[in-house]
């Protein structure tokens, strides 16, 4: 089954604890994304991947840092977590970096974290 | 960053009844999206519009593409209880490919 995954679903963690947010795709899919959704502020992108290797800024980075070693998978690495980012996590994916199919953009399930 | 201005927030209906929110941002898009979020779970693409003025529709939706580029507009008819969810709407630039921008969100409600 075509699919965007996340591990772990749920995560909670106390300050300064570093964790890693696994996202995998399994539809050969180049370009990747993270986002967090938190009430009333819709989804905000922390960092995009154009292909393995190709990462970039999103709108909200700090505190966040990602890899791009394989096509299939980008981590996001919380180095030292903090309260202010308790929030739900989306991975998301689309097939090409260019023209409409790039729109298509698959979202995994959402992982749920709370930092105390 | 930019900001998409999402409107309404929420909205209580009645099965049955028509739906129509909207998208508008100070800055020009090259593609609007519309987006729904079931409870639990991550939003799914409903629609996509790629130029100015554009009409398109995927069952009971219909979103439309402003003319000046910088609003959107997505109407659901009919609506039935399992169009209950989070609408969000997102816009993408031609000069920076990777960004997407997206809204605060619609939450619907539908009252059998």
């Known amino acids: 089954e075509a699919q965007v995954t996340q591990n772990p679903r749920y995560l909670i963690t106390v300050t300064g604890k570093k964790l890693t947010v696994t996202c995998s795709q399994n539809?050969?899919?180049?370009?990747m994304s993270w986002y967090r959704q938190d009430p009333g502020l819709g989804l905000r992108q922390i960092y995009y991947?154009?292909?393995?290797?190709?990462?970039d800024k999103g709108d909200v980075p700090e505190g966040y840092k990602v890899s791009r070693k394989e096509k299939r998978n980008f981590p996001l690495i919380l180095e030292s977590p903090s309260p202010n980012q308790t929030s739900l996590y989306f991975c998301a994916s689309s097939p090409r970096t260019s023209g409409r199919r790039y729109n298509e953009q698959f979202f995994g399930p959402g992982t749920r974290l709370t930092v105390l | 960053g930019q900001q998409l201005n999402q409107s309404p927030q929420s909205m209580f209906i009645q099965e049955g009844e028509d739906v129509s929110m909207n998208c508008t941002s100070s800055?020009?898009?090259?593609?609007w999206l519309w987006y729904k979020q079931d409870p639990g779970e991550g939003p799914v693409l409903l629609i996509a519009l790629y130029k100015a003025g554009e009409l398109t529709s995927n069952g009971r939706l219909t979103a439309q593409f402003g003319i000046t580029r910088k609003d959107s507009f997505l109407n659901i008819s009919a609506s039935i209880p399992s169009d209950v969810g989070i609408y969000f709407c997102a816009g993408r630039q031609n000069t920076n490919a990777g960004k997407s921008t997206f809204g605060d969100g619609t939450t619907l409600t539908v009252k059998p």
């Open positions: 991947s154009m292909n393995v290797e190709v990462t």
């Open positions: 800055s020009i898009f090259n593609t």
């Open positions: 539809m050969n899919h180049e370009y």
